[in-house]
T-cell receptor, first 112, second 114 residues
Framework: AQSVTQLGSHVSVSEGALVLLRCNYS??????LFWYVQYPNQGLQLLLK??????LVKGINGFEAEFKKSETSFHLTKPSAHMSDAAEYFC??????????FGTGTRLQVFP | NAGVTQTPKFRILKIGQSMTLQCAQD?????MYWYRQDPGMGLKLIYY???????DKGEVPNGYNVSRSTTEDFPLRLELAAPSQTSVYFC?????????????FGPGTRLTVL
């Protein structure tokens, strides 16, 4: 069975600091991985996805994530946090089913 | 394109009442999904559909029913509302199934059962 673990339900950074949100997955077959962002009182929207090919994936709003098979990780990073990045972030995995398995989410706070 | 739309945005139900949460998409997507989101729990799949006339249970289907008579619409029915169904409900759709199933989400329905 596939699963996703997001380490840290809350992460706080200062504006301009590095953002690092952690995601580890478990899968018996090659995974396809996603990061979604949810702003307050809104639905989820896709930040970026890894399917095949290049392991460093760039997404919207300056975010990127690197697929590391040896570490079963897909951590999300952004070099410099902005106040508008405050939101909840979800990692998700799909494999050979028509369903996405979501992590429990990480709430990012950005302080001025 | 309106994308995925959900109605109502908010609803308060009394225990034992029933209601239908509406979901529609205008992207001609075959795949549609219903999730519930509870604090600290992430998203749990309730039901999904891979096309008109085809539905299947997700992780937490008890207390809910769905139908898919058209490609566009995927309503979620609560027959006997219980406090445990207090949650935020999201509908999503995707053009493809696994593994390329990037999902597009609606804005959600916040349901309280008292």
């Amino acid at each position: 069975a596939q699963s996703v673990t997001q380490l840290g339900s809350h992460v706080s950074v200062s504006e301009g600091a590095l953002v690092l949100l952690r995601c580890n997955y478990s899968s018996s077959v090659p995974p396809y991985l996603f990061w979604y962002v949810q702003y307050p009182n809104q639905g989820l929207q896709l930040l970026l996805k890894y399917t095949t090919g290049a392991t460093l994936v760039k997404g919207i709003n300056g975010f990127e994530a690197e697929f590391k098979k040896s570490e079963t990780s897909f951590h999300l990073t952004k070099p410099s946090a902005h106040m508008s990045d405050a939101a909840e972030y979800f990692c998700a995995v799909t494999t050979n089913t028509d369903k996405l398995i979501f992590g429990t989410g990480t709430r990012l706070q950005v302080f001025p | 394109n309106a994308g995925v739309t959900q109605t109502p945005k908010f609803r308060i139900l009394k225990i034992g009442q029933s209601m239908t949460l509406q979901c529609a998409q205008d992207m001609n997507h075959n795949y549609m999904y219903w999730y519930r989101q509870d604090p600290g729990m992430g998203l749990k799949l309730i039901y999904y559909s891979v096309g008109a006339g085809i539905t299947d249970k997700g992780e937490v289907p008890n207390g809910y029913n769905v139908s898919r008579s058209t490609t566009e619409d995927f309503p979620l029915r609560l027959e006997l509302a219980a406090p445990s169904q207090t949650s935020v409900y999201f509908c999503a759709s995707s053009a493809q199934g696994a593994p390329y199933n990037e999902q597009f989400f609606g804005p959600g329905t916040r349901l309280t059962v008292l």
